[in-house]
Structure formats: structure tokens, C-alpha cells
């Protein structure tokens, strides 16, 4: 492995995060959607840096920074995450794993490898401007779907215009694809965005998958009545239910390995202080690796709903439903992920990924793998989002070692 | 007791509550707030109905219609309820008690009584122009607060200016009152707005005190996390916390005779489907009519709320708060009135008001006494509020034989 700087290297990625974090469509915090203005500035930064660390970089057609190596072989190994954000971000989701990877193919470019390898800033992962999410990620695995053209923005801007808008040619998207035949494998390094690795005292784990997903709306509904006037023995009070259910739900979860399963919202109708409600909504987010394990889950807590409200003489029903299966890490490729580990001289800690990735859009077609360092108290999502420098240091020695690997096994 | 036709009456009653149910400021619903402009119509009508039932009428500084029956001695029984509604209201809520007072008025203005009788339509009672209620009665009785002219409706009017625009003075507002010492007794007829009559098969109910309120809103805190990527066992999610505490106020009132215990509005703080709430904010109602029963019942919830809290490492505070005493009725008129009942041939239910009314502004100064009648489906607030013919006329006439009594009792 040609010698490196690593700490000098991890330094620059946090210096780099820093200048990004600090493009912004809101003066006071950090807010970064798909094509909005600060991406510019965003977009020319990560041009130069590609090209200062060795590839040739061009903006493509959905607003993806691309720097390629081109290796002896054209089958790409694509390193890649994203740099638009939620609103009120942390300046580490996503766009570290995107300058990680220039890092990393700072080394790669030190010599010809076998195969070529193409480092991809994604436009667009948190689905917060179009309201879905990998409009990068699937340009470039060809599962981009042209009707998303028509969507449109609380603007009321389409996609299409957008594109045109940033100066982009949304006939050209097709040309964005790296056909599925020359796709070797596709890695990213991502903050783990939860409190496992800090909890195992571990700076990085390898991802065991992508946790499959059930989203429910439901809603119990009794009969509102006078908080005051209306006597205990003749309520049909829904909150009561939905009490008992949110209960549930967590006893579920706390008896299930690996299943988290959350009540994030719920919502009282008319929802005043002196009327006993009459309708309840609330949200039901079940995850699992196994999607069996999930969907038996789904099912049980479901049949307990209903069991619930049949008991107090309510009625229980489901009015939004969205289904996302499990996308397991490749093997293979993972084993050689924990290799890098190990050869790094850490503990090999493994884990699921909770929530969503670009990596799934490339699951179908490749061999997916993914490394996360550890979040300091679990947040993301929020402006105290963070990274120890000492782990950048490890993702940035294992990545490289894990990168190299691949680029150099003629074997594949 | 003069002969009447109860029947007639009771029409004549429904056919006004119909007529003054269409005096709305929405065309498509009815609502009527303080001094709002259908209110005019309104008082031409009262004072056309008053004086054709025998009585002296005017309209008030604070937009009461008033009319007065003078009896031989100036001591007065004040029959009276509001004609004021909430938004969206029915057509019975206040205003059949006024246009009841108004028929037993007519009966009692055959002879000239002992004592005096004024049949009172206080103008405010709902409390939703100006966001506190009882405008109208408390002038009658003495207790309207000057430093309540300068609090503001919605549009920014002080309460000063409402009354001005409406053509009445401020600067007459002590002379609306009725001196304690001329105050005799307080009477006032109003639908129950609750279930309690229907469900024991009664067309009416002698309310034995208006119960004690405590209204407090508490905040269950923990710590807002990604649904995905926090672990069950890695969680400080205040919301069960919060449906254990909802499981613990019902049970609480289902095992604690005649007390009422309602969570009416539960809010998550984000509120997202995929991330765990990191604040819950309820509110707690609590009544009951002993002061002691309520405040101990608050006390025991308020205990178990910080054990739930402490139990699950989460923080529970207590951030809003109001205390309202109960108002018991007049036990000597109460009995009475439970005189007048069995004379009409009814049962006799005694229960408590649930709701506030005006005559809770009579009580520190004289004895009051109310009588409820039974609300279909225990429905009100709401357009689908109903009365039966029959039970309005079991009113009137156990109304008119009450308040018969009571001028006559030349020992009072």
C-alpha cells in the first residue's frame, strides 16, 4: 500500500466538511436541497478537490459531482454518498463519505489500477425538495424514472424545470448511467446516525444491510364528547386505546431482537383540554433486517389494534400503508470490509443500517457494502451532528485499504 | 296555580329557540358572540317577547335583556341563562333557559307576587369573544372587573370599544347591577349537554353544584432520535410515558365515584413518523364536585406522572395550571325544586353540572339552584344539539311552579 498521510488526510476532510456545512440556503442554519443555489459553490468546490486529488471530474446531468480514475479495466467501483441535506442539518451526513472517498482516491491515483473507480457527490438523497428521496443515486444506476419529471416542489417548480433552471439537459440523464454490466461494486462510508457504535465504544462497523420498513397511519376513532359532562361509564374515549396500543408496540419491540418499532406522531381530534377526543391518528414505523420478522411484527400489531379497540367499542382503522423491504450488504464483499478492519488493528463490530441509504439503489445490480462511523450521542439530523477526528482518521486507512483491495483483484 | 297551556308553551318556546337559532354571524352555521351583529336582532325580539309576556324590558350596559316583573316587595328571583354561543353551536345552549324564564314569566305575571321576578338573557356566558367567560351575568351580580375594558377580541377591539360600537355605555355598567341585598335567589334552566338524564331514561335533573375544575398541562421530556437508527434499549422516548400516564387517569376516574379525569389533547414534539418524539404535551382535566376529591385526585396523578417519569430516566413538568372551586346549589331551594319535580309527576334525578354556567356568579351572593334537562345523545356544542317537546314542557312546568313558589313565600 503506497504510504500516506492519513491524519493530514482526515484533517482536511473535517476542514472541507466545515467549508460545505457552511453553504447554505438559510443564513442561520444549515440547509442544502436538491439544486438550490449554494450547491453551486458546492459543485465547484468538489470539482477542484477531485481534480487536485487525481480524477477527472465533471458535473452530470441530475447536478452528480463525478470524478473518475480510469483503471486498466473500464467495471467501475463507484464510492459515493450525498451533499444535499435536511433542513437544519449536521454538516457530516452524507457529505463526508463524499469527501472521504476523494480521499481515498487521492491514494488510488498513485498508480493505474485494474479497475477504474468513480467517486460520486449525489444530488439528491434526503427526498426533502421533490418529496422522494435518490433522484442522484438512481440517475447513475439507471432506475431513474422519467415520470419524476413532473413532480413538483412546494414551488410548484417541476423537476424537469429545475434541472433546466440550474443549467442542466434532462435529455441527457440517460447518459448519467453506469450501465449495470460495467458495475463492479458500489461502497460508501456514512456518520452511523445512532447510538450503537458510541454505545460498543467502537469507532467504526460494518453494515450487515438495510433495514427493511412498514409505515402505518392509523386511526382510532370513539365519539368526542364535554370532558365534563360526560361520565366515565359512557365515554368511548379512542386516547385510552391508542395508549394501550403505543404500549404495545414497545413491548413488541423491546421483545424482538433486532425490531424497532415507534409511535412518532400521534394526534388528538378536536385536541382541546375540556373535549374528550373523538378521533385519534397516530404513526406506526416497524424496521427489521429480516423482512419476515418485520412483516410478522407488522401483523401482530395490527391484529392487537384491532384487538384493542373491539374491546373498548371503538373502531380501529388503517388509512396509509407503505412497504420497503430489507436490502442486505453483500457477503462477500463485507468479509473483505471486516478484512480492512482488522488489518486497520480494530474490533470488527457489525450492524444494521436503520435507516436509508443511496447504497439501495445499487443493491439490485452489484455488490453493496458500507462502513459507519461512529455518531457522537447519536445525532444527526440536527446542527450538533458530529465526528471524532480519530475515526475519520480510521474510516479514511480502513476505506483505503478496503478500496484498494477491490481496484486491485484482477480475481473479479 | 293559574291554568296554562304547558303544550303551547313549550311550541311556542321551540319555535323561538328555531327563530333565534337563524341570527347567526356564519351564513352556513350558527355562531353569535358577544355583542356580534345578529345580536340586535336578537334583543329586538327579546324585548318584544318580554313585554308581550307581562314583564317591564331594556336592554342593559353590558347587552343583557332584562325584564322585570315588580312584585310588592323589591327582593328579586332572577331567572336567567345566556344567549351568546360557541362557533359551530345548536340552538338550544342558553337560550332555551332564556325563553323558558320567559313563559314562567308570563304565568307568574297573572298576579302581582310578593317578591320580584326578572327573567335575565345575559349577553356573554361562552367566553369566546374575549377569551374569558360570564361578561353578562357577573355585571348583574356585581363582580364585573373594570380592567376587563381593556382586554381585546380577535380584530384587536378592547372590550370598552365593543360595547361603545355596540351603542352602549360603560360609564352604566354599575347600574346593571342587582344589589346582594336585593338579590333573593338564582334560578336558571339549561340543557344538561351531557348523557347522564338519557342514559337513566330522565326528561330532567336537579343539578345538586357545578363541580370543581383543575386543568393542568404537563410535558413528558426525553430525547427526539432517529425511529431508524436508535435501538429500543437505546431510547428515551417520552411517549409511552405519556400513554402509561393516559392508562392511569382513566383508571383512576373509573375507580373514583363521580369523578372525571379526560386527556383531550396529546401532542408529539417533533411529530414525525420516523423520528422518536422527544417531548409529549398533554393536557389534564380533572373534575369533580368536592374540592377535596378533585385536588387529592389531582394530587395522586401529578405523584404518578413524576413516578412514570423517573421510572423510564425522563423529566415530567408541569408547565400551565388553573383551579376552579366547586359551586354547590342551594340545598333548602334545591329541595324545592325537587318539590316542584314530584309535583309535575317525574322522578327525581339529582346529578351534578359538569360544565360552568352563570349562575356560578349568583352563588357567593345568594342561593342557586338549576334545573337540566335531558340532551338527546347527550350531544351539544355542535349543531346536532336537540331537546324533546315533551321534556320542555315537563320543564316549564316544574319551572313555573318552582319560581311560583318562591314568590309567593312571603317568609323569604
Redesign the interface.
Known amino acids: 500500500m503506497i504510504h500516506w498521510e492519513a491524519r493530514e488526510a482526515a484533517k482536511r476532510v473535517l476542514e472541507r466538511c466545515d467549508l460545505l456545512g457552511a453553504l447554505s440556503e438559510s443564513p442561520d442554519s444549515l440547509c442544502r436541497t436538491f439544486l438550490s443555489p449554494p450547491m453551486r459553490e458546492v459543485h465547484k468546490l468538489l470539482l477542484e478537490w477531485m481534480r487536485e486529488a487525481g480524477l477527472t471530474a465533471h458535473l452530470d446531468a441530475v447536478g452528480n459531482v463525478r470524478g473518475r480514475l480510469e483503471g486498466i479495466r473500464s467495471s467501475t467501483l463507484v464510492v459515493g454518498s450525498h451533499v444535499d441535506t435536511v433542513p437544519d442539518a449536521g454538516k457530516y451526513d452524507g457529505v463526508l463519505g463524499v469527501l472521504l472517498g476523494i480521499e481515498i482516491a487521492r491514494v488510488a491515483s498513485q498508480t493505474r489500477p485494474h479497475h477504474s473507480l468513480e467517486i460520486i457527490a449525489f444530488s439528491e438523497e434526503e427526498g426533502v425538495r421533490f418529496g422522494f428521496p435518490f433522484i442522484g443515486s438512481s440517475a447513475v444506476s439507471g432506475s431513474f424514472d422519467p415520470a419524476w419529471l413532473t413532480k413538483v416542489d412546494a414551488a410548484g417548480i417541476t423537476l424537469e424545470k429545475s434541472l433546466v433552471q440550474f443549467g442542466l439537459d434532462p435529455l441527457e440523464i440517460p447518459g448519467a448511467c453506469i450501465p449495470s454490466s460495467k458495475l463492479l461494486s458500489y461502497f460508501e462510508i456514512h456518520i452511523?446516525?445512532?447510538?450503537?457504535l458510541e454505545?460498543l465504544d467502537a469507532p467504526l462497523g460494518v453494515v450487515t444491510g438495510l433495514?427493511g420498513?412498514s409505515?402505518h397511519?392509523l386511526e382510532f376513532s370513539g365519539r368526542a364528547?364535554?370532558?365534563?359532562?360526560?361520565?366515565?361509564?359512557?365515554r368511548r374515549?379512542p386516547?385510552?386505546a391508542?395508549?394501550?396500543f403505543?404500549?404495545e408496540v414497545?413491548r413488541l419491540?423491546?421483545n424482538t431482537e433486532g425490531?424497532?418499532?415507534?409511535?412518532?406522531?400521534?394526534?388528538?381530534v378536536p385536541?382541546?383540554?375540556?373535549?374528550?377526543?373523538g378521533i385519534?391518528k397516530l404513526?406506526?414505523?416497524v424496521?427489521h433486517a429480516s423482512d419476515v420478522v418485520r412483516l410478522l411484527s407488522v401483523s401482530k400489531l395490527l391484529e392487537s389494534s384491532r384487538h384493542i379497540a373491539d374491546t373498548r367499542g371503538l373502531k380501529c382503522s388503517i388509512i396509509g400503508n407503505l412497504e420497503q423491504n430489507a436490502v442486505p450488504c453483500d457477503l462477500a464483499q463485507s468479509s473483505r470490509l471486516v478484512g480492512a478492519v482488522l488489518h486497520g488493528g480494530l474490533t470488527v463490530h457489525r450492524l444494521p443500517?436503520?435507516?436509508?441509504h443511496d447504497a439501495m439503489t445499487f443493491a439490485p445490480l452489484c455488490p453493496v457494502t458500507m462502513l459507519f462511523i461512529r455518531s457522537p450521542g447519536?445525532i444527526?439530523?440536527n446542527p450538533l451532528e458530529s465526528v471524532l477526528e480519530s475515526d475519520v482518521e480510521n474510516a479514511l486507512e480502513v476505506g483505503a485499504t478496503f478500496v484498494c483491495d477491490i481496484l486491485e483483484d484482477a480475481s473479479a
Open positions: 452511523e446516525q445512532g447510538p450503537v454505545s433495514v420498513q409505515r397511519t364528547a364535554h370532558a365534563g359532562t360526560t361520565p366515565m361509564n359512557l374515549d386516547l385510552p391508542a395508549a394501550e403505543v404500549l414497545e419491540a423491546q425490531l424497532t418499532a415507534t409511535v412518532g406522531r400521534l394526534e388528538t385536541g382541546a383540554g375540556n373535549v374528550i377526543a385519534v404513526s406506526l414505523d424496521r443500517s436503520g435507516a436509508g447519536g444527526s439530523h
